[in-house]
Each structure stands twice: as C-alpha cells, then as structure tokens.
C-alpha cells in the first residue's frame, strides 16, 4: 500500500485538477473501508480531535504567518505559482483533494494496517516516510530541493501520525493538515498581491519601460 501510494503520486499530477481531486478524495474513502480503519469523526471521539487539532491548527497558523514576514519567505512566495481558480483551490482542492485524501489514506488507511503489521511506532513511521517521498514529484514542479521537501513532509506525517493516535480521531491531523495548507495558500495570496500593487505603483511614478 505505501508503495502504491507513492507511485500514484508520480502519476496524479499529470490527470486534470478536477479528476485529480475526485479520484484521490474517493481513493481516501475506498482504502478506509477496505482497510477498516478508525476515523474516529463520531463523538467521543470528535470532540476529542478537534480540541487537539484546533489548537494545534492555531499554533500552525500564527507561525505560518510570522514567517510569511521574512524577506526570503515573502519572496519565495511571491514567486509561487497559483491555480487558476483561487476558490476552487482554498475550497475544495485543498480541504478535499489534499487534506481528507492524504489524511485519510496515509493516517488512517496506510497507518492502520502498517501498524497491524509492524507495531504502533513502526506504523507511524511506515506512514510518515512514504507521505515524504509522496512529495516527490511536488518539490520538482515547484522547483524546491527534494531532499529537505521529503524530509519535512515526513516529519509531518510524523507529527500528524502522532495527533491521530493520540486524539483518537482523523479530525485532529486534518485541522493541522487543512491550518497549514490553507494559511501558506492564503499567505501566498497575500504576498502576490501586494507585490503586484507595489510594482503597479512604481510603474505609475516612474513610467512603463520602453520596449
């Protein structure tokens, strides 16, 4: 399953967006069925998840946006590429297509059977490594270096891993998840804007260059 999983990364990217979204968003949904795996989106253990996870998405997204005001990291985004539709994207690619998808198919799916198979620690560890190299393909298109991007995402799903086993509940790691994909989008957003107007407004003082 972690093999499929990645290798499914390096093919997703190539179908359209919209394809994309619905296939992995049901792939999600399929794998927690076949593997009878515990969401846990039901009271108690809800209420559980998102107490954790709220609390973990706050901290997330207050420091996703002390960041955004560096230099490098404002620069770094305003050099981001953004879809097309930005509503579709903060709507329902990323909370759909990323956050329930990757969630449910590497935490619950992939976490539950990899920990039946090698123990609790080994499961969260089977998972977290295979979300890494699942970004692969992502560090390329976005010109990142791949190394430091799989690393990361790896603790990630480490630390993702850790909220679902310990809320009880999917809920947690997919407010985190959602915290952190949307703010950086939202950040992005911002920063690209801003940018825009800047420029804009020099333009207008100093004139158009000539061709």
């Known amino acids: 399953m972690a093999a499929g999983l990645v290798g499914w990364s390096f093919v997703s990217p190539r179908l359209p967006t919209a394809w994309r979204v619905v296939l992995q968003a049901g792939m999600g949904a399929l794998l927690v069925l076949a593997t009878g795996a515990r969401v846990g989106l039901r009271p108690p253990a809800l209420r559980s998840g998102v107490r954790i996870g709220s609390a973990a998405a706050a901290a997330a997204g207050g420091a996703i946006a002390m960041t955004a005001c560096l230099p490098p990291v404002r620069a770094a985004m305003a050099g981001r590429e953004v879809p097309d539709s930005v509503p579709g994207w903060l709507l329902v690619q990323i909370p759909l297509g990323t956050v329930w998808a990757e969630e449910a198919t590497f935490r619950a799916a992939l976490g539950s059977a990899a920990s ?96």
């Open 116 to 211: 039946e198979a090698f123990g609790r620690r080994g499961g969260i560890a089977l998972q977290a490594i295979a979300f890494g190299l699942s970004h692969v393909v992502d560090a390329r298109s976005a010109g990142e270096p791949v190394i430091p991007t799989v690393l990361v995402t790896g603790v990630a799903g480490w630390w993702f891993g850790r909220l679902a086993e310990r809320s009880g509940s999917l809920a947690a790691p997919m407010l985190l998840h959602l915290a952190i994909n949307e703010a950086g989008a939202i950040a992005a957003l911002t920063v690209r804007r801003i940018t825009l107007w800047r420029l804009e407004k020099y333009l207008m003082h100093h004139g158009r260059p000539t061709p």
